[in-house]
């Protein structure tokens, strides 16, 4: 059974950073692409940014250059620092697993206040 646990969401204002984590509990974290996703109030759940198994990363066009994601193999965890963050950055924020199935944390909210 596959848990994925986020922390590090909360309340800041525009301009700010927070650094979320997500906590893996698989056998061989290091053979999965992992990835964020968000949620805004009356929107499409869309990614945010992904790292592949060897360390390629992906961003979605509206947080590069601002939000960084990493992973740390020997602690089953993947990192999204988030800077300069805009009130439009308001979501939910879910990690993601992907393997022969995906798997889903239970989410953690941003709120961005301008």
């Known amino acids: 059974q596959v848990q994925l646990v986020e922390s590090g969401g909360g309340l800041v204002q525009a301009g700010g950073s927070l650094r979320l984590s997500c906590a893996a509990s698989?056998?061989?974290?290091?053979?999965?692409?992992m990835g964020w996703y968000r949620q805004a109030p009356g929107q499409q759940r869309e990614l945010v940014a992904r790292?592949?198994?060897?360390?390629?990363?992906n961003y979605a066009d509206s947080v590069k250059g601002r939000f960084t994601i990493s992973r740390d193999n020997a602690k089953n965890t993947v990192y999204l620092q988030m800077n300069n963050l805009k009130p439009e950055d308001t979501a939910v924020y879910y990690c993601?697993?992907?393997?022969?199935?995906?798997?889903w944390g239970q989410g953690t909210q941003v709120t961005v206040s301008s």
């Open positions: 993601n697993l992907s393997g022969a199935r995906s798997y």
């Open positions: 698989v056998s061989i974290f290091s053979i999965y692409a």
């Open positions: 790292i592949g198994n060897g360390g390629i990363t």
